[in-house]
């Protein structure tokens, strides 16, 4: 148990909706990120926040957006989903750089 | 952009066997991660390197940082069924976002 925990474990829904996933990072880690694994696929890394201000952007589409709030857990909030958005979303947590970032397990995406 | 080309892709070993596995980059990077993916599980870190011929071992599992800090090495000894799974190798470059590779998926044969 990496002790991110990351909710819902499986979400099913359909084309033009929006879904939200949560986070909780580690006890004590600033950081967060966010990943999107497709099939057979390596993690793409998605976005970072930091101590609730966002650090880092990578390959993330505009209907995707992230927050993190006070209490540092964080949400990604995912809209207009295509069939493709299907996948495994990731978040990670680390104490503040990006080394050593420690994973939750993961939130499944179908999209119909 | 950066890239890290890991090898071999997949992998089907004989239980007892070793593993060796490793990954490239075109950059030189500051820290190298290897990870442990079990289907439909999140990635779990299994050893951080952080100084160019840095030698670290976590149980049977073996990495080293490439002395010329665009490379990454990963063993594993006396393989067991458990070890299934697949294995990702993350590079940074100073204060900059993670880089993964694409995986080794590795298979063990009983």
């Known amino acids: 148990d990496s002790g991110v925990t990351q909710t819902p474990k499986h979400l099913i829904t359909a084309t033009g909706q929006r879904v939200t996933l949560r986070c909780s990072p580690r006890?004590?880690?600033?950081?967060v990120y966010w990943y999107q694994q497709s099939l057979d696929q390596g993690l793409q890394f998605l976005i970072q926040?930091?101590?609730?201000?966002?650090?880092a952007k990578g390959n993330i589409l505009e209907r995707f957006s992230a927050q993190q709030f006070p209490d540092l857990h964080s949400e990604l909030n995912l809209s207009s989903l295509e069939l493709g958005d299907s996948a495994l979303y990731f978040c990670?947590?680390?104490?503040?750089?990006?080394?050593?970032?420690?994973f939750g397990p993961g939130t499944r995406l179908t999209v119909l | 952009g950066q890239q890290l080309n890991q090898s071999p892709q997949s992998m089907f070993i004989q239980e007892g066997e070793d593993v060796s596995m490793n990954c490239t980059s075109s950059?030189?990077?500051?820290?190298w991660l290897w990870y442990k993916q079990d289907p439909g599980e999140g990635p779990v870190l299994l050893i951080a390197?952080?100084?160019?011929?840095e030698l670290t071992s976590n149980g049977r599992l073996t990495a080293q940082f490439g002395i010329t800090r665009k490379d990454s090495f990963l063993n594993i000894s006396a393989s067991i069924p458990s070890d299934v799974g697949i294995y990702f190798c993350?590079?940074?470059?100073?204060?900059?976002?993670?880089?993964f590779g694409q995986g080794t998926r590795l298979t063990i044969n009983p």
């Open positions: 006890s004590g880690d600033l950081s």
């Open positions: 390197l952080y100084k160019a011929g």
């Open positions: 993350a590079g940074q470059e100073g204060a900059q976002k993670l880089v």
């Open positions: 926040y930091y101590n609730g201000e966002e650090r």
């Open positions: 950059s030189i990077f500051n820290t």
């Open positions: 990670a947590s680390s104490a503040g750089g990006f080394n050593e970032q420690f």
